[in-house]
């Protein structure tokens, strides 16, 4: 099978330490094998994150995947961000849609050390929907990078209480992949609790 992932372009992106480390990756899903991982990528109806063990998906999308909890990634990651990753737990949760809302200015919790966004679109033209990283949270405007969530773009960034983003409205498929390094194992565990009960609430208002 094809390899999902080009590692040698992520190793030779340029890593920008201020405000806070981040690197960008046009391209880190080969064109020949992005087709084939957007196919088998897992059919979200609904807006919200869904971690991976809840999701149904093809092949392609489960080496692509792999490759991404793979060592030969988290050491390449470790390496630019000058961190030891090979013993923190990994958690992943996919999105399919966009809400309106979505997008709001924010940090990631203190339980995340690194994010990982692998954007899993075709050809992105829209003008909403485009992941800024900022200098501050006082306005989408205060930005210093854009990444369009397109063609299997990776986006990497060392969670620091400066590390803000968000992006302008958009509704509608917007496909991504998050992996995130984790302080402990009892974060994913926690989070795939929070996951289970939500959709369990929710099940009731459909019912009712």
């Known amino acids: 099978m ?14 920008h330490t201020k405000p806070f480390p981040y690197f960008i990756v046009p391209g880190f899903v080969p064109s020949e094998a992005l087709a084939a991982a957007e196919a088998d990528y897992p059919a979200i109806g609904k807006p ?56 709001q200015i924010h940090t990631d919790s203190k339980t995340k ?22 200098r501050s949270n006082s306005s989408l405007a205060d930005a210093f ?10 986006l990497v960034f060392k969670n620091q209480p400066n590390a803000w983003h968000g992006h302008e409205s958009f509704e509608g498929q917007r496909r991504v992949i998050q992996l995130n390094w984790v302080t402990d194992q009892g974060v994913v565990l926690r989070e795939q609790l929070r996951h289970r009960i939500s959709a369990f609430f929710k099940s009731l208002r459909q019912a009712g």
Not at 113 to 134: A, D, F, I, Q, S
Not at 145 to 154: D, H, I, K, R, S
């Open 2 to 15: 094809t390899q999902m992932l080009n590692l040698a372009v992520a190793e030779s992106a340029t890593l």
């Open 48 to 103: 919200g994150s869904f971690p991976l063990p809840t999701l149904q998906y093809g092949q392609h999308f489960a080496q692509l995947i792999r490759e991404l909890q793979d060592e030969p990634f988290a050491e390449l990651v470790g390496r630019k961000l000058g961190m030891d990753l090979n013993n923190r737990p990994t958690m992943i949760t996919v999105r399919g849609q966009c809400r309106a809302t979505d997008g």
């Open 113 to 134: 050390l690194v994010t990982v966004l692998l954007y899993m679109n075709g050809k992105w033209e829209k003008p909403g929907g485009r992941l800024r990283l900022l």
């Open 145 to 154: 990078a854009e990444v369009p969530p397109e063609q299997g773009t990776l």
